[in-house]
């Protein structure tokens, strides 16, 4: 028989784990749709029914959940902030954010245990504690925050992956908990209504484009001038904006859709004409969707635009950027559930460099 890890494999996979072990399809759906669909986590109801053999509910039944120990609301904005540990003691955290559609909430999951990416204005990119999320765990983070805000008479309508880490330096099982979260017999969540966010990672953005995924492309670009963006999101000192423009592109032409490029606003920094003139070069023709997003930094050494200034730019984007402009609320500022500021309730100082 196989080894397969149901952590990894995980409900992707019920079929193949229920062949491997010579269950029926069928005993796999059932599973499936119990967990997945309805949020029933209990092998041994499972094994009371006799609709599913003891042995393989028990292996199912082996998938580690994660621990909740920590629950944040922002009294400002309504959004929440779960802190979770890991069967091995990782924190991670995921956010709940609230949408304007009256009752519909889109979960913000995590992909990894802090981040390799070292973005200076990043908390996560700080901590100390790292690896890659499991597929079952990233599953796990919706299932308790779904299960939680149906409690409170709302629904969850969308997932974006932007939490905490690079969710293509976890590709397969990143692509594998996408997959089974708009899984009809699953949540059963709109492919557009999912977000898999990425720096520019130009390997992984080219396979998801040749895959077919039809989850949403977010791109966080940081500055279109390699100098300036290689000191804020040094992975971009191996892909050029112009490589990550052009799988970019790539992708926004096979797919006949617009790429959403995430642009962190950083005072005195990169917000200058310079830095729409370059925006504009690099991006050209290609179908974009320019979101900018407030930096949120928890160290205070990088601070948001006033209003001045994001007027001045934004004016310099209208010259130079012949493409939607919008900007992009990032909520939960003081439950430090904002972009930037997840660091699995480690105190995460300001950097020494």
């Known amino acids: ?34 967990v997945l669909r309805h949020g029933v986590f209990d092998p041994e109801s499972w094994m009371r029914s006799r609709q599913v053999p003891r042995w393989f509910a028990e292996r199912v039944g082996e998938l580690p959940r994660l621990t909740l120990e920590e629950r944040r609301a922002s009294p400002v904005d309504r959004f929440e902030k779960l802190l979770f540990r890991s069967h091995d003691g990782m924190p991670l955290e995921t956010v709940l954010i609230p949408l304007e559609k009256t009752g519909a909430v889109s979960v913000c999951l995590s992909s990894q245990v802090g981040c390799a990416m070292g973005c ?11 690896r890659n999320l499991a597929t079952w765990e990233i599953l796990d983070q919706f ?38 979260l ?31 995924w039809r989850f949403r492309l977010s791109i966080s670009l940081g500055s279109a001038l390699d100098e300036k963006r290689a000191w804020l999101v040094p992975v971009a000192a191996r892909w ?10 790539r992708h926004a032409l096979r797919r ?35 979101d900018l997003i407030d930096v949120t930094d928890p160290s205070g050494r990088f601070q948001p635009p006033g209003a001045a200034e994001l007027k001045a730019f934004r004016d310099a984007l209208t010259r130079h950027v012949g493409q939607p402009v919008a900007r992009r ?14 660091a699995g309730g480690e105190i995460v100082g300001a950097s020494s460099s």
């Open 1 to 34: 028989m196989p080894e397969l890890d149901p952590r990894d494999q995980g409900p992707i996979l019920f079929e193949t784990l229920a062949a491997a072990m010579g269950a029926s399809g069928p005993v796999a759906r059932r599973l499936f749709g119990a």
């Open 120 to 130: 200076v204005f990043c908390a996560t990119a700080r901590m100390t504690s790292r």
């Open 143 to 180: 299932l308790q925050a779904r299960a939680l805000v149906e409690a409170q008479g709302r629904r969850v309508t969308g997932a974006v992956f932007m939490g905490m880490g690079e969710p293509f330096l976890n590709y397969d099982r990143v692509l594998a908990a996408a997959d089974l």
């Open 182 to 212: 708009r899984h009809p017999a699953g949540p059963a969540i709109g492919a557009k209504a999912i977000t898999i966010s990425t720096v520019g990672i130009v390997p992984a953005m080219d396979r998801f484009t040749d895959e077919g």
């Open 240 to 249: 050029p904006a112009a490589e990550v423009m052009a799988a970019a592109r």
């Open 256 to 290: 006949r859709t617009r790429v959403m490029l995430s642009y962190v606003c950083i005072s005195n920094l990169n917000l200058g004409e310079e830095d729409a003139k370059a925006l504009g070069a690099l991006i050209g023709d290609t179908p974009v969707r320019l």
């Open 329 to 342: 609320y990032s909520g939960g500022k003081d439950i430090l559930a904002a972009c930037g500021t997840l």
